[in-house]
Protein backbone atom coordinates (compact mmCIF):
# COMPACT_ATOMS: atom_id res chain seq x y z
CA UNK A 1 0.00 0.00 0.00
CA UNK A 2 1.21 3.31 -1.14
CA UNK A 3 1.80 6.88 1.10
CA UNK A 4 -1.48 8.55 -0.99
CA UNK A 5 -3.77 5.27 0.79
CA UNK A 6 -1.80 4.88 3.28
CA UNK A 7 -2.03 8.35 4.82
CA UNK A 8 -6.07 9.10 5.53
CA UNK A 9 -5.89 5.05 6.92
CA UNK A 10 -3.73 6.63 9.27
CA UNK A 11 -5.52 10.09 10.55
CA UNK A 12 -8.74 7.89 10.41
CA UNK A 13 -7.51 5.72 12.95
CA UNK A 14 -6.01 8.79 14.65
CA UNK A 15 -9.04 10.51 14.55
CA UNK A 16 -11.15 7.69 16.33
CA UNK A 17 -8.88 6.85 18.78
CA UNK A 18 -9.15 10.45 20.21
CA UNK A 19 -12.57 10.52 19.88
CA UNK A 20 -13.39 7.77 21.95
CA UNK A 21 -10.75 8.76 24.41
CA UNK A 22 -12.57 12.47 24.69
CA UNK A 23 -15.97 10.91 25.14
CA UNK A 24 -15.29 7.76 27.26
CA UNK A 25 -17.92 8.08 30.24
CA UNK A 26 -15.76 9.44 33.36
CA UNK A 27 -16.01 7.31 36.51
CA UNK A 28 -16.02 8.44 40.05
CA UNK A 29 -15.36 5.36 41.54
CA UNK A 30 -12.34 5.80 44.07
CA UNK A 31 -12.29 9.64 43.85
CA UNK A 32 -13.84 11.63 47.25
CA UNK A 33 -16.34 13.67 45.09
CA UNK A 34 -17.72 13.61 41.63
CA UNK A 35 -15.99 17.06 41.36
CA UNK A 36 -12.55 15.92 42.19
CA UNK A 37 -13.30 12.27 39.56
CA UNK A 38 -14.17 14.89 36.49
CA UNK A 39 -11.19 17.27 37.06
CA UNK A 40 -8.27 14.37 37.66
CA UNK A 41 -9.57 12.17 35.14
CA UNK A 42 -9.38 14.90 32.67
CA UNK A 43 -5.77 15.35 33.65
CA UNK A 44 -5.07 11.55 33.24
CA UNK A 45 -6.42 11.94 29.87
CA UNK A 46 -4.61 15.23 28.53
CA UNK A 47 -1.55 13.10 29.98
CA UNK A 48 -2.63 10.09 28.16
CA UNK A 49 -1.87 12.01 25.13
CA UNK A 50 0.79 14.25 26.09
CA UNK A 51 3.28 11.65 27.76
CA UNK A 52 3.80 9.80 24.08
CA UNK A 53 3.93 12.83 21.84
CA UNK A 54 6.61 14.49 24.45
CA UNK A 55 8.78 11.00 24.17
CA UNK A 56 8.47 10.77 20.45
CA UNK A 57 9.05 14.63 20.26
CA UNK A 58 12.41 13.96 22.94
CA UNK A 59 13.18 10.68 20.74
CA UNK A 60 13.31 12.20 17.29
CA UNK A 61 15.36 15.12 18.54
CA UNK A 62 17.94 12.68 19.89
CA UNK A 63 17.71 10.92 16.66
CA UNK A 64 18.52 14.10 14.40
CA UNK A 65 21.40 14.73 16.62
CA UNK A 66 23.81 11.26 16.71
CA UNK A 67 22.45 10.50 13.43
CA UNK A 68 23.76 14.02 11.58
CA UNK A 69 25.95 15.17 14.60
CA UNK A 70 29.03 14.81 11.99
CA UNK A 71 27.71 16.32 8.89
CA UNK A 72 29.04 19.61 8.15
CA UNK A 73 27.71 20.01 4.64
CA UNK A 74 23.71 18.54 5.01
CA UNK A 75 21.92 18.53 1.77
CA UNK A 76 18.78 20.54 1.67
CA UNK A 77 16.04 19.05 2.02
CA UNK A 78 12.85 18.65 -0.44
CA UNK A 79 9.34 19.68 0.05
CA UNK A 80 7.35 16.59 1.39
CA UNK A 81 4.34 17.67 1.03
CA UNK A 82 2.81 14.56 2.19
CA UNK A 83 5.26 14.87 5.22
CA UNK A 84 2.99 18.24 5.55
CA UNK A 85 -0.19 17.46 5.68
CA UNK A 86 0.28 14.64 8.11
CA UNK A 87 1.80 16.78 10.83
CA UNK A 88 -0.92 19.58 10.40
CA UNK A 89 -3.71 17.41 10.43
CA UNK A 90 -1.73 15.31 13.71
CA UNK A 91 -1.82 19.15 15.64
CA UNK A 92 -5.67 19.36 14.83
CA UNK A 93 -6.12 16.32 15.94
CA UNK A 94 -4.03 16.71 19.31
CA UNK A 95 -6.36 20.00 19.70
CA UNK A 96 -9.39 18.48 18.89
CA UNK A 97 -9.21 16.07 21.82
CA UNK A 98 -7.83 18.60 24.04
CA UNK A 99 -10.76 20.83 23.22
CA UNK A 100 -13.70 18.18 23.61
CA UNK A 101 -12.06 16.94 26.55
CA UNK A 102 -11.92 19.84 28.43
CA UNK A 103 -15.28 20.66 27.00
CA UNK A 104 -16.58 17.30 28.69
CA UNK A 105 -15.22 18.14 31.86
CA UNK A 106 -15.33 22.02 31.89
CA UNK A 107 -19.08 22.39 31.00
CA UNK A 108 -20.08 19.67 34.00
CA UNK A 109 -22.68 21.51 36.38
CA UNK A 110 -20.22 19.84 39.18
CA UNK A 111 -16.99 21.91 37.77
CA UNK A 112 -19.19 25.00 36.67
CA UNK A 113 -21.35 26.25 37.78
CA UNK A 114 -23.55 29.36 36.57
CA UNK A 115 -25.23 32.34 38.46
CA UNK A 116 -28.86 30.38 37.15
CA UNK A 117 -29.22 27.20 39.10
CA UNK A 118 -32.35 25.49 39.91
CA UNK A 119 -32.65 22.79 42.87
CA UNK A 120 -33.94 19.38 42.69
CA UNK A 121 -35.65 18.28 45.94
CA UNK A 122 -32.92 16.29 47.06
CA UNK A 123 -30.25 19.36 46.58
CA UNK A 124 -28.51 20.55 49.80
CA UNK A 125 -28.31 24.08 50.10
CA UNK A 126 -25.18 25.77 52.04
CA UNK A 127 -24.76 29.22 52.22
CA UNK A 128 -21.13 30.13 52.97
CA UNK A 129 -19.71 33.37 54.36
CA UNK A 130 -15.80 34.46 54.54
CA UNK A 131 -14.99 37.26 56.92
CA UNK A 132 -11.77 37.76 58.63
CA UNK A 133 -10.77 35.10 59.65
CA UNK A 134 -13.46 32.30 59.72
CA UNK A 135 -16.13 31.08 57.67
CA UNK A 136 -19.49 30.69 59.06
CA UNK A 137 -21.76 27.80 56.66
CA UNK A 138 -25.69 28.39 56.63
CA UNK A 139 -27.76 25.46 55.79
CA UNK A 140 -31.11 27.79 54.75
CA UNK A 141 -33.72 25.38 54.23
CA UNK A 142 -33.08 23.49 58.33
CA UNK A 143 -32.29 27.20 59.66
CA UNK A 144 -28.88 25.81 61.11
CA UNK A 145 -25.36 27.88 61.20
CA UNK A 146 -22.11 26.51 62.14
CA UNK A 147 -18.33 28.06 62.39
CA UNK A 148 -15.66 26.51 60.59
CA UNK A 149 -17.48 23.32 60.79
CA UNK A 150 -18.64 21.77 57.50
CA UNK A 151 -21.44 19.18 58.07
CA UNK A 152 -22.57 17.34 54.21
CA UNK A 153 -24.24 13.97 53.62
CA UNK A 154 -22.16 11.77 50.92
CA UNK A 155 -23.92 10.76 47.28
CA UNK A 156 -26.42 14.19 47.62
CA UNK A 157 -25.97 17.28 45.09
CA UNK A 158 -24.81 19.82 47.45
CA UNK A 159 -25.26 23.81 45.98
CA UNK A 160 -22.76 26.32 47.78
CA UNK A 161 -23.76 30.14 47.78
CA UNK A 162 -20.33 31.87 48.54
CA UNK A 163 -19.47 35.14 49.43
CA UNK A 164 -17.86 37.56 51.88
CA UNK A 165 -18.52 40.45 54.43
CA UNK A 166 -15.15 42.00 53.90
CA UNK A 167 -12.32 41.59 51.49
CA UNK A 168 -11.80 38.89 48.78
CA UNK A 169 -11.66 34.87 50.33
CA UNK A 170 -11.33 31.84 48.47
CA UNK A 171 -13.10 28.72 49.29
CA UNK A 172 -10.54 25.83 48.46
CA UNK A 173 -11.22 21.90 49.30
CA UNK A 174 -8.56 20.06 47.74
CA UNK A 175 -10.06 16.38 48.65
CA UNK A 176 -13.29 17.12 47.06
CA UNK A 177 -12.02 19.26 44.06
CA UNK A 178 -13.61 22.50 44.24
CA UNK A 179 -12.22 25.86 44.22
CA UNK A 180 -14.63 29.18 44.47
CA UNK A 181 -13.89 32.62 45.26
CA UNK A 182 -16.04 34.91 47.83
CA UNK A 183 -16.26 38.23 46.95
CA UNK A 184 -17.89 40.89 49.32
CA UNK A 185 -21.43 42.18 47.52
CA UNK A 186 -21.43 39.25 44.54
CA UNK A 187 -22.49 35.69 45.03
CA UNK A 188 -20.99 33.02 43.73
CA UNK A 189 -21.79 29.07 43.27
CA UNK A 190 -20.67 25.73 43.05
CA UNK A 191 -21.48 22.28 43.37
CA UNK A 192 -20.48 18.86 44.47
CA UNK A 193 -21.39 15.20 45.40
CA UNK A 194 -19.22 13.79 48.29
CA UNK A 195 -19.17 10.20 46.86
CA UNK A 196 -17.12 8.96 49.97
CA UNK A 197 -17.27 9.57 53.33
CA UNK A 198 -14.29 11.06 55.42
CA UNK A 199 -13.22 14.64 57.19
CA UNK A 200 -11.36 17.18 54.79
CA UNK A 201 -10.02 20.60 55.14
CA UNK A 202 -11.20 23.68 53.70
CA UNK A 203 -8.65 26.35 53.25
CA UNK A 204 -8.44 30.02 52.21
CA UNK A 205 -7.09 30.40 48.83
CA UNK A 206 -6.89 34.07 48.61
CA UNK A 207 -4.50 35.95 50.72
CA UNK A 208 -6.89 38.60 52.93
CA UNK A 209 -4.36 39.79 55.75
CA UNK A 210 -2.52 38.45 59.14
CA UNK A 211 -4.70 35.94 59.89
CA UNK A 212 -4.61 34.31 56.22
CA UNK A 213 -2.80 30.88 57.58
CA UNK A 214 -5.32 30.35 59.53
CA UNK A 215 -8.47 30.76 57.92
CA UNK A 216 -9.13 27.03 57.92
CA UNK A 217 -12.28 24.70 58.09
CA UNK A 218 -13.18 21.55 59.15
CA UNK A 219 -15.53 19.22 56.11
CA UNK A 220 -17.31 16.22 57.17
CA UNK A 221 -19.22 13.78 54.60
CA UNK A 222 -20.99 11.58 56.48
CA UNK A 223 -23.58 9.21 55.46
CA UNK A 224 -27.57 10.77 55.47
CA UNK A 225 -28.36 9.05 58.32
CA UNK A 226 -25.34 10.98 60.56
CA UNK A 227 -26.49 14.11 58.51
CA UNK A 228 -29.75 14.04 59.56
CA UNK A 229 -28.75 13.36 63.12
CA UNK A 230 -26.44 15.81 63.46
CA UNK A 231 -28.95 18.18 61.73
CA UNK A 232 -31.14 17.30 64.85
CA UNK A 233 -28.54 17.56 67.46
CA UNK A 234 -27.52 21.18 65.86
CA UNK A 235 -31.52 22.35 65.96
CA UNK A 236 -31.38 21.51 69.56
CA UNK A 237 -28.50 22.95 71.05
Known amino acids: MNQSRLLPLVILLVGLVVTVI ?3 P ?3 AGFNSVSEALLRTLHRRLLLVAVPLALLVEGLLFYAAIKFHGNDDPKPTEERQTFEITWTVVVAL ?7 SSYLVLGDPMVSTGPDVTNSPRTVNVH ?12 PDEGVTTTNTLVLPSNRTILFRVTSKDVIHSVHIPALGVKQDA ?14 TGTYRLYCAEFCGTGHSKMLAT ?13 HQQKHT
Open 219 to 231: VEVVSPGEYRRWL
Open 128 to 139: VTGQNWFWEFTY
Open 22 to 24: AVI
Open 94 to 100: ILLFVGA
Open 26 to 28: LPT
Open 183 to 196: IPGRTNTFKTNGTK
